[in-house]
């Protein structure tokens, strides 16, 4: 059993930078491939970004690549979400999420683990 706890979020203007952070408890992060999606309101969740369990291997949602960067550090069993030149639709609730599967990362139904959230608004 992994629990996962994102925080980090907050209101930044346009053209700013937040860094997510997703801490786990229970297992080491190493053995799990960490994700991180955002659900905007009215929309369906979707993924933003994944990085493998050997932690060398890192994915990106089309309209983030480029801006945001996904990291882990396994010592302090916590993965990073650093987001720059945020735009108003990047606003949503960001959800850290595991798996022990290295394929289809970008699939929300391939992970077991999910944290509960944090809101991230960016002003116009």
């Known amino acids: 059993q992994v629990q996962l706890v994102e925080s980090g979020g907050g209101l930044v203007q346009a053209g700013g930078s937040l860094r997510l952070s997703c801490a786990a408890s229970?297992?080491?992060?190493?053995?799990?491939?960490m994700a991180w999606f955002r659900q905007a309101p009215g929309k369906e969740r979707e993924f933003v970004a994944a990085?493998?369990?050997?932690?060398?291997?890192?994915y990106y949602a089309d309209s983030v690549k480029g801006r945001f960067t996904v990291s882990r550090d396994n010592a302090k069993n916590t993965v990073y979400l650093e987001m720059n030149s945020l735009k108003p639709e990047d606003t949503a609730v960001y959800y850290c999420?595991?798996?022990?599967?290295?394929?289809?990362?970008?699939?929300?139904?391939?992970?077991?683990?999910w944290g509960q959230g944090t809101q991230v608004t960016v002003s116009t």
């Open positions: 990085n493998r369990r050997s932690g060398y291997s890192t």
């Open positions: 229970g297992r080491t992060l190493s053995s799990y491939t």
């Open positions: 999420a595991a798996t022990t599967t290295v394929y289809a990362v970008s699939q929300e139904n391939v992970y077991n683990y």
